[in-house]
């Protein structure tokens, strides 16, 4: 299985084609070489032309998750249909896969998306505000990224872990020793 994300718009007729999505004026191609009997072309619709670009696949569960411009897409890859498709907004900013359990994570700007076979299985939030989740690999039992908040002023990115067993946030994050006034006073 070889599941590609392509830099230039291929040539009609040579593959099958499949579109998902409703807006193609700007959109992301995929070549998807399942089998020797199942190869094929994905156009996906994007929702935002600077947004994130990426997909990952599993081989077992015979699925994908594509993210196009900041929209995500659950592939079922035998049937080439759509298990699940995010809205237009918020915009994906993030996502990884996990192993044992399967699960894809997608984090947009103030939540994570967690989707397996089936579709949307949660959809976890911290317990402060955050204005950006950027996930990026899985550790043993955890999703490991970084989080941009004001419970710092946004000075830094603060690292955040997702429990992969019971789908929630852990208490990771490290909170700014810096007082805001004495901060801007100076004092």
């Not at 298990?83 to 900013?93: C, D, G, S, V």
């Not at 984090?107 to 994570?112: E, I, L, P, R």
């Not at 990224?145 to 208490?171: C, H, M, P, W």
Request: glycine share 6%.
């Amino acid at each position: 299985m070889k599941i590609e994300l392509l830099t230039i718009v291929p040539i009609s007729g040579n593959l099958e084609e499949i579109h998902f999505g409703e807006n193609f004026n700007d959109s992301l191609w995929i070549e998807f070489k399942i089998s020797e009997n199942n190869h094929w072309l994905g156009c996906f619709s994007k929702s935002n032309e600077n947004g994130l670009n990426k997909v990952l696949y599993d081989t077992n569960e015979k699925t994908c998750c594509v993210i196009a411009g900041g929209k995500g897409y659950l592939i079922d890859l035998e049937t080439k249909n759509i298990i699940l498709e995010t809205y237009e907004h918020p915009l994906i900013e993030s996502l990884v896969q996990s192993n044992n359990p399967n699960y894809y994570f997608l984090g947009n700007f103030y939540s994570v998306y967690v989707l397996n076979k089936k579709g949307l299985i949660k959809e976890i939030e911290p317990d402060f505000m955050v204005d950006g989740i950027y996930l990026e690999v899985q550790d043993r039992d955890k999703i490991i990224g970084k989080v941009d908040t004001a419970e710092n002023q946004y000075e830094r990115q603060l690292e955040i872990s997702i429990d992969i067993e019971r789908l929630e946030f852990d208490k990771l994050y490290q909170k700014s020793n810096i007082n805001f006034l004495k901060k801007i006073f100076r004092k």
